[in-house]
């Protein structure tokens, strides 16, 4: 049996692993990243970051690394296959960054390494005990002891299923599939660039979609179909190439031909939500604690999210700087934001119509999407930009997200690469705490306040400048 030692053990190293991996590292703290798989596979589910994960991750200077891997700026986002417009929002990123997930994965993996941690693959997580204090990992002839555990072990999530979590949430009737095809030629009236949802070649037959999104490569296409009535008996089984051949003939007859499948998968229609995002010294995060349809393109972002959250206050822990009910402020914070997204991704599933009437509903809810106030909801919802955290104070920017403005010869959010609170003043101020950057700015977004505390994560914590409930 081999052993090692960490502050914090992150099981899996898909996009939300690697992000706390990140935010861990940054800190000082010592982290351990255990990965079943010895490779990544180079598969990708995801293909989207949204605005409010690329200004997360422009926060830590990580965008440019991800937009250089991106394969396409996407001018909206969608809300069932109905584009919305981010514009309306104080943001300096309004697209999504088209960008498969095995690359935003790639470019987190990287800047771990630069960190000084490497993932250690080919060792999947079987089994932990956790005391008083610490937890006791196994991943085959490895053992670990930490302080924290965190599964970030997916859909399927170990972690989850030995803290035994209930799971639940709405069991789908239909099914997906999503399957990078190269086509010998460019099939009739598809995009050869991806530059809005809009121009997705998209048909709603009742109860029934099929879309294809442009990979940057020419005739490479991410096909996806599904049904919603209706889903094979066995999910996890390999789908047949004929199924996509024939998904692909029902929308472009037989002139479309198929010269390779690169890959396919298959998903379900479920939507699930862990009971608990922490026991003791174990936290969940990413697809281990929520999955949904991908309507929206929504989870791997909520992933990312969720790990900017619990990275900062894992840390502060660790370094002795938390108050006692920090660490319990993100289950209540992010399981929050995952109801909200499976609200709306079954609103979005309830918006692919089965009946005549359903359908006369979708075409109604198109017209009314369009209007400035619509489209503002509904962007706010699948960008991310409309996250507030509760805050006990009254001022209207206390617990939301800071926009980003102009700074010196860059910007506001660069003041955030170290990981660290940042006191933004505009009168001289000494530091709150040894934790806190401190910054002097011309003006402020909020023209009312002279001083706001902003979190790691970006979220105003004072709107008076004060660290008291937030650092010790
Ligand atoms: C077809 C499809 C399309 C999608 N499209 C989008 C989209 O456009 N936009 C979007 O935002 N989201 C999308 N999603 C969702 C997105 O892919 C997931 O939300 C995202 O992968 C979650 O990341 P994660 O790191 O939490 O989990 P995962 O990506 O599942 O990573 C978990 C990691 O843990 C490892 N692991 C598992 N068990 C163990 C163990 N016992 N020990 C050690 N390691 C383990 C796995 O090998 C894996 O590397 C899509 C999903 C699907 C299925």
Not at 36 to 61: C, F, I
Not at 217 to 235: A, C, F, I, Q, V
Not at 304 to 321: C, E, S, T
Request: net charge negative.
């Amino acid at each position: 049996m081999n052993e090692l030692t960490a502050e914090v053990v992150v099981a899996g190293a898909g996009p939300t692993g690697l992000m706390l991996a990140n935010e861990l590292a940054l800190a000082g703290v010592d982290v351990q990243v255990l990965e079943r798989m010895h490779e990544r596979t180079g598969l990708s589910k995801a293909l989207n970051l949204q605005p409010r994960t690329a200004e997360v991750l422009d926060l830590r200077g990580l965008l440019g690394r991800a937009e250089q891997r991106s394969f396409a700026t996407v001018a909206d986002g969608h809300f069932a296959v109905i584009p919305v417009r981010y514009t309306g929002w104080d943001t300096r990123h309004p697209y999504q960054v088209g960008i498969p997930q095995a690359q935003v994965e790639a470019a987190l993996e990287e800047r771990l390494a630069e960190q000084g941690v490497k993932v250690l693959r080919g060792h999947r997580l079987t089994g932990f005990e956790q005391d008083a204090t610490g937890v006791t990992i196994t991943a085959g002839d490895l053992r670990v002891r930490a302080k924290y555990l965190v599964g970030c072990d997916g859909g399927r999530s170990a972690v989850r299923k030995a803290l035994g979590l209930p799971f639940e949430g709405i069991e789908g009737r239909g099914h997906g599939v999503s399957a990078d095809v190269l086509f010998r030629t460019t099939p009739p009236g598809a995009p050869t660039q991806w530059r809005s949802m809009g121009n997705m070649v998209t048909s709603l037959s009742p109860g029934k979609f099929v879309g294809l999104i442009p990979l940057g490569e020419p005739n490479l296409y991410r096909l996806s179909y599904g049904d919603r009535l209706n889903r094979p008996e066995d999910l996890r089984a390999e789908v047949p190439e004929d199924e996509v051949r024939a998904a692909v003939r029902e929308r472009f007859g037989d002139e479309v031909e198929i010269e390779e499948i690169r890959w396919v998968s298959r998903f379900s229609d479920d939507s699930r939500l862990a009971a608990k995002y922490r026991v003791g010294r174990v936290f969940l995060a990413g697809d281990a604690a929520h999955v949904h349809f991908p309507a929206g393109g929504q989870g791997l972002n909520l992933g990312v999210q969720d790990a900017m959250n619990l990275g900062w206050k894992l840390a502060a822990d660790v370094r002795g700087h938390a108050p006692a009910d920090l660490l319990d402020s993100y289950e209540a914070e992010r399981r929050a934001v995952a109801s909200g997204v499976l609200q709306n991704v079954a609103a979005q599933n309830a918006l692919i119509p089965l009946t005549p009437d359903q359908l006369a509903l979708r075409a109604l809810f198109r017209d009314l999407a369009a209007l400035p106030e619509v489209q503002h909801k509904l962007s706010g919802m699948v960008s991310g930009l409309d996250i507030a955290y509760a805050s006990p104070e009254s001022h209207p920017a206390a617990g939301t997200r800071l926009p980003d403005f102009p700074l010196g010869n860059g910007f506001a959010s660069d003041l955030f690469h170290s990981g660290r609170f940042v006191l933004l003043t505009k009168t001289p101020a000494p530091t709150p705490h040894p934790e806190v950057v401190v910054a002097e700015v011309p003006e402020l977004p909020w023209p009312d306040l002279t001083q706001v505390l902003v979190r790691p994560d970006g979220y105003v914590a004072s709107t008076t400048g004060s660290a008291a409930g937030w650092l010790v």
